[in-house]
């Protein structure tokens, strides 16, 4: 196979995963405490012997997208919301996960759990007790948690040791293989932090991507009549 369709070929895949990944920010405009994720295309330049070298160009990594989003006001009791950097500690059936997604429920228990039943764990990675007697839960800007007066527990804030090594578990939840506490960050209670994806330059970003992937489609096209011809050609 010729060395340009080759070069088109891997450019297609990155962009067909581009175009994937932009559609999941799209769907998830509205999603508490989601991170936007982009692409990061590397060129692989290969030497030819006795020829041109051979650039490939790939977009398997993705990037998320760090950056404070929006907070809308609830007035729940147990929706909390972070203002600067750091992630809550939930547990999940994986093990420990990090999550800037922050609306949280008692269980039958009394343990604190999010929407999907993961435990919320505090400064010093235990689950949240709230006792049922107890009324007029306040949370303070430092992330102690108090009820009747009486402090309950201390909310941890965490983020990763190495940030580059941070995945995407799936929705709105984080791996990393070590988390250390943070500092500097305020909780804020009756608040949930908004979805950080900008749905005009998000959209934008999609018709980009499918125009680039429609030019060299019309290019592999093109290659293929071309060695078509040449083969019909040569066959005569």
């Known amino acids: ?3 340009g369709i080759y070069t088109a070929l891997t450019r297609q895949s ?6 994937q990944v932009v559609a999941h920010n799209i769907a998830n405009i509205s999603t508490t405490g989601f991170r936007r994720e982009g692409v990061i295309f590397s060129e692989y330049v290969q030497r030819v012997e ?7 160009a790939t977009g398997n990594t993705r990037h998320m997208d760090l950056r404070q989003a929006g907070l809308s006001e609830t007035g729940g009791t147990f929706d909390f919301a972070i203002q600067g950097e750091g992630f809550f500690l939930v547990e999940t059936p994986q093990g ?15 343990e604190l759990v999010n929407l999907d039943g993961n435990r919320l764990l505090d400064a010093g990675g235990a689950p949240i007790f709230i006792p049922p007697d107890v009324s007029g839960i306040a949370l303070s800007t ?3 948690l108090s009820g009747n007066g009486q402090p309950i527990a201390q909310l941890g804030l965490w983020q990763p040791e190495d940030p580059l090594k941070m995945t995407h578990a799936g929705g709105t939840v984080f791996n990393s293989d070590a988390v250390v506490p943070t ?3 305020t909780i804020l209670q009756g608040y949930l932090e908004e979805s950080n994806v900008n749905p005009i330059s998000e959209i934008a970003r999609m ?3 499918q125009r680039a992937y429609e030019m060299g489609q019309g290019f592999l096209e093109k290659e293929d009549e071309r060695m078509r011809g040449l083969i019909q050609t040569l066959g005569r």
Request: charged share 20%; hydrophobic share 30%; proline share 5%.
């Open 14 to 19: 990155g962009l067909m995963r581009e175009m």
């Open 183 to 185: 500092e500097g960050a």
């Open 207 to 209: 018709i980009e991507v």
């Open 96 to 110: 420990q996960s990090l999550t800037r997604a922050g609306s949280f429920t008692p269980n039958a228990e009394g």
């Open 1 to 3: 196979m010729d060395g």
């Open 50 to 56: 006795d020829g041109p070298s051979l650039s490939m």
């Open 142 to 144: 430092d992330g102690t």
